[in-house]
């Protein structure tokens, strides 16, 4: 049978180069384990880690002429100039988001994960990072969220619409 999906490494590479120009690198390495980016600072320690698996599932769903447009959006999500450099650049960007529970306990299962595959290694701190939410009902909870640039256009335009 033949597919047009392609394999988890291929998707990592597709996905570490739609991230930052030189793609899989000494900064930017793929966790086959986790099935996950891992971007690490000049000493190789993990800064932060990019799961794939939701990427990697919508991306096979779409038809060949939709994938670019899911690529540009992680490249907006994720790339070098998406995020603030500190919190003083990013405080007035804070809002408040409401997202379904199960959504934050599998977020925090995932960083869990990935936590626990660093425990047997001496020379990274295993201090728990956790999304941080507060439970609003039964089914939500409120967690903070940062408002790029994007998302307040496609806010408006829903509203001006």
Known sequence: ????????EQFAALMAESIKPDGLSGSLKYDSDAF????SDEQGKP????????YFA???????SERPQLLSKVRSLYGE???PANY??????LMPHLIDRWSVFRTNMNLALG???ELDDPNVDVTPDFAPFV???????????LDLDWSSNLRWKAITS
């Open 36 to 39: 996950a980016l891992v971007e």
């Open 88 to 93: 003083e650049d990013a405080g007035l960007r």
């Open 58 to 64: 919508e991306y096979c769903s779409l038809d060949s």
């Open 47 to 54: 800064m932060q880690r990019m799961l794939l698996g939701h």
């Open 115 to 117: 936590m626990a595959k």
């Open 135 to 145: 439970v609003i009902a039964d089914a939500f909870a409120m967690v903070l969220a």
């Open 81 to 83: 100039s998406a995020f």
């Open 1 to 8: 049978m033949v597919t047009n999906r392609p394999s988890y």
